[in-house]
């Protein structure tokens, strides 16, 4: 009941502009960048609310941007997105995760604004916010507006955690110079960042009503949307960063091709029993390790019985998120210090993790000793002056 009623004070960026009778994009020829998670209350895409509105709101709706997984979800995670027609709108579809992932000047010839309507999971490593950022350089770059369509923060918008992007390691994975939990909605995110270039873009974000910034997911009463394949529930946004940068190695199974993804770290050499009770003596707050044995149906360690810890979040406020991970290699280092982690993956592998990371030092002071405490305070540098710096472009209380 609580959360049917939330559902009815929170309003969502695209309904906001659909209670505006669409006035923003009167009188121009417009381009969505969605996915299957644009969705209002009533779950009908926004690809279909704004086809439905051209109407009324006298604009034209005249092309689609599909990021990651594409308009329609129909691609798998690291796939590349086909230009196609959209089947239900006929609308034509073009691809930001293929050849380009920055709109050309000729595939924005004949637009006069972009919509991007995208639900992100507040983690700077997922790429749709990547995607927004390549949408807000082109507009920059080809004086097109881009008009951001708001919506909640899953983490809500308290949580900051990591350092700063470092130079030489900005990538797609990493795409700003901001914290891995960021603690913003992305309409607050492309003001920051919108303000922090010499080449802005013309930006207008829809503010939603109703939300705040102390709320997670299940109190804004809204369905989720799978976000990705691996992102099914809403409550795996909040395991995605607690285990998603040593998933990049390979090195154990963080519950990606069984049925919980990023909520588990396993493999077939882990005693759970031993991990579990290591690392629940060293009460980390607001979060329990269960023992679980578990095979996975794809990917690491396909079809081989694994043992491990599930990771139980209790409170929500007192937990760490990205922490985690490296609290529990920790464990595993010193229950199997025959299994070190950086040795046992190839470079390309390394690479990517230095580079969801954003910076060398992590792994480099890390592997020295394995001590969760030798980095926690490089990976916080950023954090408190990040939030100061961020805070002038908070759209919610």
């Known amino acids: 009941m609580v959360h049917f009623l939330l559902a009815f004070l929170l309003t969502l960026g695209v309904e906001v502009l659909e209670q505006q009778q669409f006035e923003p994009l009167q009188g121009k020829r417009v381009a969505l ?24 709101g006298g604009y034209q709706l005249v092309a689609l941007f599909g990021p990651e997984h594409g308009v329609r979800g129909n691609a798998h995670a690291g796939d590349a997105v086909s230009n196609e027609v959209d089947e239900v709108t006929g609308i034509p ?193 607001g979060v329990v390790f269960r023992p679980i044995y578990f095979k996975p149906y794809y990917g690491n360690f396909n079809g081989e019985q694994s043992q491990g810890v599930q990771i139980h979040i209790l409170d929500y406020s007192k937990a760490h998120l990205s922490d985690l991970q490296f609290i529990v290699v920790e464990a595993l280092m010193e229950l199997y210090p025959d299994r070190d982690v950086f040795k046992l993956c190839n470079q390309k592998r390394l690479n990517m993790f230095d580079k969801v990371c954003g910076s060398p030092f992590i792994r480099a002071e890390f592997s020295k000793r394995y001590k969760w405490a030798d980095i926690r305070d490089y990976w916080y540098k950023d954090a408190e002056a990040y939030r100061k710096a961020s805070e002038p472009y908070y759209l919610y209380k």
């Open 33 to 56: 960048c969605t996915n299957p998670t644009g969705v209002d209350h009533q779950l009908r895409s926004t690809v279909d609310i704004l086809y439905a509105g051209q109407q009324q």
């Open 93 to 285: 579809m073009m691809s930001l995760y293929g050849k380009t992932r920055k709109p050309s000047a000729e595939m924005l010839e004949g637009i006069d604004c972009i919509v991007y309507d995208i639900q992100d999971i507040g983690c700077r490593s997922f790429t749709y916010i990547s995607t927004m950022g390549m949408l807000m350089q082109a507009c920059a770059e080809n004086d097109k507006e881009l008009i951001v369509l708001d919506r909640p923060n899953p983490l809500g918008g308290l949580k900051i955690e990591g350092n700063l992007v470092e130079d030489g390691y900005i990538s797609f994975v990493s795409q700003f110079k901001i914290p891995y939990v960021y603690g913003q909605t992305c309409g607050e995110l492309a003001l920051y960042l919108n303000a922090q270039t010499d080449k802005p873009c013309r930006l207008k974000v829809i503010p939603m009503e109703g939300w705040r910034r102390d709320m997670t997911w299940e109190q804004t009463g809204l369905e989720w949307i799978v976000a990705s394949p691996h992102i099914p529930q809403a409550k795996t946004a909040y395991f995605y960063p607690a285990t998603g940068i040593f998933g990049e190695l390979g090195y154990v199974s963080i519950g990606v091709g069984y049925t919980l993804p990023f909520e588990l770290i396993g493999a077939p050499w882990i005693d759970a029993n031993k991990l579990a009770a290591s690392l629940n003596a060293r009460n980390v707050p």
